[in-house]
């Protein structure tokens, strides 16, 4: 009974471990052609292998399903839930784990086998008072970082932390008491790096810490954030002598006790001058010789330069003045070592008029020789004069933003070691020559940038000397381009010009843009490509035609790019009435020949159909991404090698055909690896049965496509042993039959989406041997028992991840005649059995036959393996021989003890087998048992091919376990084949007292004739006699 209580607990604990169903936890591999739907963007990072649940109440209920090789563990808990102790064990490969919503209590031993665990983060949205125990991180030996969001961490054990000896980052944000937090902090003071504190107190306190740390040795970066600070007592910060980030209001009072917080030195500082002027600022600067500050006004301050004496540590200043306009800037030149500034101001939003606050930036004529980076933005109206920015000759990076930006010639004077520039403007009226480069500009500009929301006229040649010119964008409405635009411009690399409202590409307008590599002419109105239109683009690798009407290409339009590797061509519009709609494009024609390294070729017709014609057999070299789209795609020269040399291909078309046939394309694509097909609507019928064509396949896509109507549906996937990756999305299916399923051996990941009612069958499962997930999306089964099977297969197979979610987040439903309901449910009702009732009968069952077996086993087991025996040999003996005359191979079996071994030697076959004739055969277990074999068997076998068995009972054979089974054997033959099968000869006299403890030899002395072995050797030889002639009477009969 015991035993079979042990039985029952492994049965089920196995079956919790390995049941691989779940609603709520979906896991998927780095690799994964799918992602991870229903979660946060940027809240659950992807790695190896990444499990993410949503809506947990019972936390080992779903991770009970979760695999235990996860990497990285993202759950979102209910309000008020508990981490209960080993609920995470198993996950002993476990790197990093985010818990998301409130936990009311963490037990202990909840970490317990996390040693991989390296960062670990719980945040909640609101305040959130968990009951943590002490040392209940102790477990985490080897955590390294640790993040904690509105948790309240006085509400823990003093000692949380214990245990923590290398962690390096901590980050908390939330409403806590920060003397408190640095006190628990001293558990891991020796090997912390990083600590990021942002927290909602009023009051920062000196902490008075029992075991307090005296400092942070190894900590390299401190960032703090009190954004309603409104107290500091002294030596707040006594533990930290630098501070690299600090973000608190300021005012006189705050001044003040921040300059006797404890800090010896602060790297980055962010406040608001609500409450405090520029020369008080500047105090806190030059105390703690603060480096990058952030400034926040909205009143006018005073910007004289002796306010800023004590500022001149600053490196970078950031500067946000609201609604403020004209700002004095000439205090820059007191900041000898400002390399970055920046500056963002609205200014009166119902009261346009010129910004003037760049006049005053070089009004003193000092140079600013650490100045690298100036950025300026403007709500208002902003004139660039001539030597603007004269003074600013090291300047490197430029960025201007302005309502109305007007330039004046030579405004960039000055400015030879410019690298960047970015215009952005609702108006830029025109650009000239010598607004960019003149005398000394910016001939050393590397990236250009032009963001205008209204029309822009560029003077011809206006680009000319900006020859060291790497990337140049423009985005504003140029409407037609000419060649003298991009004079000038021969090292040009990548060249945008987005939205430009571009109609007209003069012939030659590229030519002098012989090294560039990389152009996008998306969202124009372009409508024709000529011949020469890209003339000279000999490197160009990457060139993107998307979002324009384009209706006319000429011959060769693209025969000028050798290197070409991507091309995206879109909207196709031709307006050929000939084609009745259909846009035709001769691919041949345009390229005159593919390029060989060609990798990605896209081309649109938007909702209208289209015509792409090859006609060539030239192809680019193996490895095509295709995408094509459309209404209708039609395709000349499916036979061509272009065809063999797509392995991606990407359609979405009502039909995609192959002329003149008209028969469905995609069999024609036989190298292809990746393949994804939508149709516009599902009720569109298209013959899919080529499919199983496409034997190199490995990731397949279909979506909104009729598998009903399907003439060769069951062949469809056939051949496919390579395929990896089924997505059906939205396709219209009744049923997944096994004929489906058939040679998916390799099928790794499965994803079903279905907006109508749909069968799964278990034949289509059964085939997917290399199944390792499986996504069931919004899909509604029917509510039938033969459907049912899904769930209790989800739950107790062993191979795959099964995952079933709504969009709602709800379980799997199934349709019936009273509307939807939960599948679960009905199979509970309708199809499982009661388990309670089933394991009672099998209880039962399993005690009645145990009290069987132990029954027979103690009253007939010797009865019961003697007839095994006797059985087994008889039959043996019986295939070997048909006849009972001559299927003996002995005349008899002689069962002695190994002691008497000589006598059987010296006296018993010397007058038996020499005797004759006829002359005896006796079977000997020393001379004629089979080698290797069992010797059970060897004493069956050879007792049935013997005719009798001779027992030689001595005080040693009575002493035999080996004699004992032998006598056992012979004596069950003698009653099983009623005849004296068995004679007993017995050596040496034994006394009745001896005898009687073998009660089956003690009842055959009684019942059965015996002969003794005389001692005298005058009557030897009538012993002799006696036994040959019982032994040859039998052998001649």
């Given amino acids: 009974m015991a035993f079979f209580y042990y039985f029952l607990v492994l049965a089920v604990d196995v079956f919790c471990v390995f049941a691989r169903m779940s609603t709520k936890c979906l896991v998927l591999e780095e690799a994964s052609p799918y992602p991870l739907f229903s979660i946060q963007e940027g809240l659950c990072p992807r790695s190896h292998l990444t499990a993410a649940c949503l809506n947990v109440s019972d936390l080992a209920l779903e991770l009970s399903t979760v695999p235990r090789a996860i990497n990285v563990l ?37 970490f317990r086998g996390l040693s991989n665990l390296h960062l670990l983060s719980m945040a909640c949205p609101e305040r959130c008072n968990a009951s943590v125990p002490s040392k209940v991180f102790n477990d985490l030996h080897i955590l390294e970082e640790l993040k904690l969001q509105n948790y309240t961490l006085s509400e823990m054990a003093e000692d949380v932390f214990d245990g923590l000896s290398h962690m390096k980052r901590l980050d908390v944000k939330g409403n806590d008491d920060f003397s408190e937090l640095l006190c628990k902090l001293s558990y891991f003071s020796a090997s912390l790096e990083y600590l990021s504190i942002e927290i909602d107190a009023e009051s920062l306190t000196s902490p008075n810490c029992t075991y307090g740390p005296s400092k942070f040795l190894s900590l390299r970066d401190v960032r703090f954030s009190f954004p309603h600070i409104k107290k500091i007592e002294r030596n707040a910060f006594r533990y930290f002598d630098q501070i690299s980030f600090l973000n608190m209001p300021m005012n006189d009072v705050l001044q003040t006790q921040l300059l006797h917080s ?51 540590k600053l490196e970078e200043i950031t500067l946000e003045a609201g609604n403020l ?53 403007t709500g208002q109206d902003l004139t660039l004069r001539t030597n603007q920015f004269v003074c600013l000759s090291h300047l490197e990076n430029l960025d201007l933003s302005g309502k109305y930006m007007q330039l004046e010639d030579f405004a960039f004077e000055g400015l030879y070691n410019m690298r960047y520039l970015w215009l952005q403007a609702d108006i830029l009226p025109e650009m000239k020559a010598r607004y960019l480069a003149s005398r000394q500009g910016l001939r050393n500009l590397t990236d250009l940038h032009l963001n205008i929301d209204g029309n822009l006229t560029i003077e011809d040649f206006a680009f000319k000397g900006l ?21 000038g411009l021969v090292n040009v690399e990548r060249l945008y010009l987005l939205s430009c409202y571009i109609q007209t590409i003069e012939d030659f307008t590229f030519t002098n843009l012989s090294q560039l590599r990389h152009m996008e002419l998306g969202g124009n109105m372009i409508s024709a490509i000529t011949t020469n239109t890209f003339f000279g683009l000999q490197n160009l690798e990457s060139l993107i035609i998307e979002n324009n009407p384009l209706r006319h290409f000429e011959a060769s339009s693209f025969a000028h790019f050798p290197s070409l590797r991507v091309l995206h061509l879109g909207n196709l519009m031709f307006s050929n009435s000939e084609h009745s709609g259909m846009q035709v494009l001769n691919l041949s024609l345009i390229f005159g ?149 058939l040679d998916m051996t390799s099928l790794k990941y499965f994803s079903l989406v279905q907006k109508t009612e749909i069968s799964l069958t278990t034949d289509f499962f059964e085939h997917l041997v290399s199944l390792k997930f499986a996504f069931i999306f919004n899909t509604q089964l029917r509510c039938t028992c033969d459907d049912a099977w899904f769930l209790r ?46 394991f009672f009968i099998s209880t039962s069952c399993f005690l009645l036959l145990f009290m069987l077996v132990v029954l027979l086993h103690q009253l007939a087991r010797d009865y019961l393996l003697a007839l095994y025996y006797i059985t087994h040999g008889w039959l043996n003996e019986a295939l070997r021989h048909q006849n009972t005359r001559g299927r003996y191979l002995y005349d008899a079996f002689v069962s002695y003890s190994g002691r008497d071994e ?40 050879s007792l049935y091919r013997s005719r009798r068995t001779l027992c030689l009972v001595s005080r040693h054979f009575l002493r035999s376990n080996w004699c004992s089974l032998e006598m056992r054997l012979g004596t069950y033959r003698l009653q099983v084949e009623h005849r004296d099968v068995l004679i007993l000869v017995f050596l040496e006299k034994i006394p009745s007292n001896l005898l009687s403890a073998h009660h089956r030899l003690a009842r055959l002395v009684k019942t059965r004739t015996y002969i003794d072995w005389p001692q005298h050797p005058a009557q030897q030889e009538a012993f002799w006699d006696r036994l040959w002639n019982k032994l040859v009477t039998d052998k001649v009969l």
Avoid at 353 to 375: A, I, M, N, Q, Y
Avoid at 812 to 834: K, P, T
Wanted: with cysteine; net charge negative.
């Fill in 467 to 487: 020859t060291w010119l790497h990337t140049l964008q423009v985005q504003a409405h140029l409407f037609v381009i000419k060649p003298e635009l991009f004079s």
């Fill in 793 to 838: 297969w989800a739950r107790n197979q062993q191979q795959a991840e099964v995952f079933m979610f709504s969009y709602e987040n709800e379980p799997l439903s199934c349709i019936s005649e009273g509307g939807l309901q939960d599948l679960d449910s009905y199979d509970q009702a309708h199809c499982s059995l009661d388990v309670g009732f089933v």
């Fill in 325 to 377: 306009t004209n700002i004095d800037l000439s205090f820059i030149s007191t900041l000898k070592n400002v390399r970055i500034f920046s500056c963002k101001t609205n200014g009166q939003a119902n009261n346009r008029k010129e910004d003037r606050s760049l006049v005053s930036l070089c009004k003193t004529h000092v140079f600013l020789s650490s100045l690298r980076d100036f950025r300026y933005s």
């Fill in 902 to 941: 000589r006598w059987v030697m010296e006296e018993l076959l010397p007058n038996l087998e020499q005797r004759g004739p006829p002359f005896l055969r006796l079977c000997l277990h020393s001379r004629d048992f089979q080698l290797g074999k069992d010797i059970v068997e060897n004493i069956t076998d």
């Fill in 262 to 312: 404890g800090i010896q030195q602060l790297d980055q500082m962010q406040f608001s001058l609500k409450e405090i002027n520029i020369k008080s600022m500047c105090e806190i600067v030059f105390a703690f010789s603060v480096t990058h500050i952030s400034l926040h006004f909205d009143t006018s301050q005073e910007y004289s330069e002796s306010l800023w004496e004590k500022c001149y």
């Fill in 593 to 741: 020949g593919f390029p060989h390294q060609l990798s990605n070729l896209t081309i649109t017709s938007a909702v209208r159909p289209m015509t792409l014609v090859i006609a060539d057999d030239s192809a680019p070299d193996e490895g095509l991404s295709l995408s094509l789209s459309g209404q209708k795609i039609v395709l000349w020269g499916c036979e061509k090698r272009f065809l063999k040399s797509v392995t991606e291909l990407d359609v979405t078309a009502e039909f995609f055909l192959c002329a003149p046939d008209y028969t469905v394309a995609i069999s024609h694509f036989t190298s292809v690896v990746f393949l994804s097909f939508g149709q516009w609507h599902v009720s569109t019928v298209q013959n899919f049965s080529g499919l199983n064509r496409l034997v190199h396949l490995r990731r397949l896509d279909l979506e909104q496509v009729n598998f009903v109507d399907q003439p060769e549906m069951s062949l469809m996937f056939h051949n496919l042993t390579q395929l990896e990756s089924l997505s059906l999305t939205h396709c219209w299916l009744d049923s997944l039959e096994g004929d489906l399923s």
């Fill in 74 to 110: 993202c759950v979102w808990v209910g309000h008020g839930s508990t981490l209960q102790p080993n609920v995470l064990t198993k996950f002993q490969s476990l790197r990093s784990m985010y818990i998301y919503g409130c936990l009311s209590a963490i037990l202990p031993e909840t």
